[in-house]
């Protein structure tokens, strides 16, 4: 049997955000067989978007319309729990715990930072949720160390581990998926699932000739970052995981400015996983919105 997986990240919604876009989406994750949405985070630009009653609206009704088709598994990025200030130089925590309470209440809706993880006969997902320090720091770099102390005293991320089904673990950042010290944790998971680099803003006549897996720039504005796009097989011992870093349905949210004219020259993009049950294959295709 094969399972199928649709990976999403970066939608970047805000009041500026086309609404048709959103319910286009929907279409095309639909428009084959779909299981699982796994949602890779940063699905809000900032957390006033959700404080806007209509804006709340159109999200919820998006994500019931979607858990009445397949099952919905949600990580969160960096943008879903802050919001900025000094012209997006600086952010803040203003997490809107109400509203992800209300999206995870919905039936068919798994909310990882607060069930933890999802398991049912094919499929095991968990995922860890940095808070916003990790990406906002006087350093502006985000802590490899952070994470490896998250992974080390917290064992719920692997006490539901079964070799017999895909396993999957979320994180927003890719950044340091593919380190030694972090992997040496989480090697026995199949699959890590990132977003948040937006492709590296490589352009797409650009992919063949830009090196694999390297991107442009950050979002903290470091050139030439590794674990920026595509699909990175990371080695431990005799174990392979494979690292999934999608491109984003946004590269440049429009309270980005003037910015966001340059969305034109980059696609909306998300993952299709294909898992086969019983060789234990899996192939991984980017499709275009």
């Given at each position: 049997?094969?399972?199928?997986?649709?990976q999403?990240?970066d939608?970047?919604?805000?009041?500026a955000?086309?609404k048709?876009k959103?319910?286009?989406?929907?279409?095309?994750?639909?428009s084959?067989?779909?299981?699982y949405i796994?949602?890779?985070?940063?699905?809000i630009d900032?957390?006033?978007?959700?404080?806007?009653k209509?804006?709340?609206?159109?999200l919820?009704?998006?994500?019931?319309e979607?858990?009445?088709?397949?099952?919905?598994?949600?990580?969160?990025?960096?943008?879903?729990?802050?919001?900025?200030?000094?012209?997006?130089?600086?952010?803040?925590t203003?997490?809107?715990?109400?509203?992800w309470?209300?999206?995870?209440?919905i039936?068919?809706?798994?909310?990882?930072p607060?069930?933890?993880?999802?398991?049912d006969?094919?499929?095991?997902?968990?995922?860890?949720?940095?808070?916003l320090?990790?990406?906002?720091?006087k350093?502006?770099?985000?802590?490899?160390?952070?994470?490896?102390?998250t992974?080390?005293?917290?064992?719920?991320?692997?006490?539901?581990l079964?070799?017999?089904?895909?396993?999957?673990?979320?994180c927003h950042?890719?950044?340091?998926?593919?380190?030694?010290?972090v992997?040496?944790?989480?090697?026995?998971?199949?699959l890590?699932?990132?977003?948040?680099?937006?492709?590296?803003?490589?352009?797409p006549?650009?992919e063949k000739?830009?090196?694999?897996?390297r991107?442009?720039?950050?979002?903290?504005?470091?050139?030439?970052?590794?674990?920026?796009?595509g699909?990175?097989n990371i080695?431990?011992?005799?174990k392979?995981?494979?690292?999934?870093?999608?491109g984003g349905?946004?590269?440049?949210?429009?309270?980005?400015?003037?910015?966001?004219?340059?969305?034109?020259?980059y696609?909306?993009?998300?993952?299709?996983?294909?898992?086969?049950?019983?060789?234990?294959?899996?192939k991984?295709k980017t499709?275009?919105?």
């Amino acid at each position: 049997m094969k399972i199928n997986i649709k990976q999403v990240g970066d939608i970047h919604f805000n009041d500026a955000f086309s609404k048709k876009k959103l319910y286009r989406l929907e279409n095309v994750l639909f428009s084959d067989k779909t299981d699982y949405i796994i949602f890779t985070g940063d699905i809000i630009d900032s957390c006033d978007v959700v404080k806007d009653k209509k804006l709340r609206k159109v999200l919820v009704n998006w994500f019931k319309e979607l858990s009445e088709k397949t099952h919905i598994i949600i990580e969160l990025g960096n943008h879903d729990i802050s919001k900025s200030y000094d012209n997006r130089k600086s952010w803040t925590t203003d997490n809107d715990v109400s509203f992800w309470e209300e999206i995870s209440k919905i039936n068919g809706i798994t909310f990882l930072p607060n069930d933890n993880f999802y398991k049912d006969k094919n499929i095991y997902v968990t995922g860890i949720n940095p808070s916003l320090y990790y990406y906002e720091n006087k350093n502006l770099k985000e802590s490899k160390n952070d994470i490896i102390y998250t992974l080390k005293h917290d064992n719920k991320y692997f006490s539901h581990l079964d070799s017999n089904k895909l396993n999957i673990f979320v994180c927003h950042s890719p950044i340091h998926m593919s380190d030694k010290e972090v992997i040496k944790y989480i090697h026995e998971f199949d699959l890590i699932l990132s977003g948040h680099m937006h492709n590296g803003l490589v352009l797409p006549f650009m992919e063949k000739i830009f090196p694999r897996n390297r991107g442009i720039i950050s979002p903290l504005k470091t050139f030439f970052p590794d674990n920026a796009r595509g699909i990175k097989n990371i080695k431990y011992n005799d174990k392979t995981v494979k690292l999934v870093v999608t491109g984003g349905v946004t590269k440049f949210s429009t309270s980005h400015g003037f910015v966001k004219k340059l969305n034109r020259f980059y696609p909306s993009v998300f993952e299709e996983i294909t898992y086969d049950t019983i060789d234990k294959s899996i192939k991984v295709k980017t499709l275009n919105l």
